[in-house]
């Protein structure tokens, strides 16, 4: 009996490894996306991937938002920080790849997203890093700067576009870890996985409007921009999101942003294989640190944990999240 006790708990784990895995990989496909569509700007190509993503996210749960909407009013606060977040998110991002390059900006947004994530949950959450958690982190940021380096070599552009464009992906990191906070903390808190990705993801989409609205057209002059814009917002966003928001309410939101280091791995295979472009050996070496910083998050640690801590943020108490405000 306790084994079987304890399976569940294993496979609810992995399950959720695997789903934020995969998620990462489908995000990992925007940047090569992106390149079919240069005529569009980088404000556009966010706010229509995970604008419309997200109203998407809204769309596919109208039941559940309808029965949890009485918990959603009274954690509005959680939902409004949710769903900024997902709206600044987009733009900070892919204005950051614009500026530094797909490489850098990437890697710097990815891999500060689980720093802030981890910070987020000791102090709004009162959750013990271990561990697991700090080593995991040091791998996969330790990974993505060698990635990042690797890339850098050659290359060239404005330095003071570059350095905003790094401080854009800080921006953007600290938003996905806010969102994904959010949305741990509503799941946490007894909001079903459909109402509170519903949520928070469809007021950011409804945020991101006005700007698909003001800089859209170019993804509609041609038919190969609309395509992507089609995927982006339907594949990486949509799907993804879905992919994510299974896997968040089942390894927390500290595990889940460490895990997503996997996205810049996928970005930088994707441009060697279809972009043309060349990885040092430094390079793989931080491929494989990234690698291994996933494998050792997907090991159940002995001492079970809550749902949303995962195995490597576990919590000295277990009463819901409270509001950050």
Do not use: K
Request: hydrophobic content about 55%; charged content about 10%.
């Amino acid at each position: 009996m306790a084994h079987a006790t304890t399976a569940a708990p294993h496979r609810g784990h992995t399950l959720g490894v695997l789903a934020v895995a995969a998620a990462a990989l489908l995000w990992g496909t925007t940047g090569t996306a992106a390149t079919f569509a240069p005529s569009a700007g980088p404000l556009a190509i966010g706010a229509a991937a995970l604008g419309i993503g997200g109203i998407l996210q809204a769309l596919i749960a109208p039941r559940a938002l309808r029965r949890a909407a009485p918990q959603l009013r009274a954690r509005w606060r959680i939902v409004a920080v949710g769903g900024l977040s997902v709206a600044v998110y987009p733009l900070a991002f892919y204005c950051s790849m614009h500026l530094a390059g797909v490489a850098v900006g990437t890697v710097v947004s990815l891999a500060s997203a689980p720093l802030a994530a981890g910070v987020m949950e000791r102090v709004l959450d009162d959750r013990r890093l271990g561990a697991r958690w700090w080593s995991a982190a040091a791998l996969g940021i330790a990974g993505s700067v060698l990635l990042c380096a690797a890339r850098l070599g050659d290359a060239q552009g404005d330095p003071a576009g570059t350095v905003f464009g790094i401080l854009l992906g800080l921006v953007a990191g600290i938003t996905y870890a806010a969102y994904s906070w959010a949305a741990a903390a509503l799941m946490t808190g007894g909001i079903p996985r459909a109402a509170a990705m519903g949520s928070v993801f469809g007021l950011g989409g409804l945020l991101l409007m006005p700007v698909l609205l003001a800089t859209g057209a170019p993804l509609v002059a041609s038919a190969s921009a609309f395509a992507v814009a089609a995927y982006m917002a339907l594949v990486p966003m949509f799907l993804g999101y879905v992919l994510f928001g299974l896997g968040l309410a089942r390894v927390g939101a500290g595990t889940a942003t460490t895990i997503t280091l996997l996205e810049p791995a996928a970005a930088t295979v994707l441009a060697v294989l279809i972009v043309g472009e060349r990885l040092t050996p430094m390079g793989w070496i931080g491929l494989a640190l990234i690698g291994a910083s996933v494998v050792l998050l997907s090991i159940r640690p002995a001492t079970p944990v809550g749902d949303a801590g995962g195995p490597v943020a576990e919590p000295r108490t277990r009463p819901a999240p409270s509001d950050p405000t």
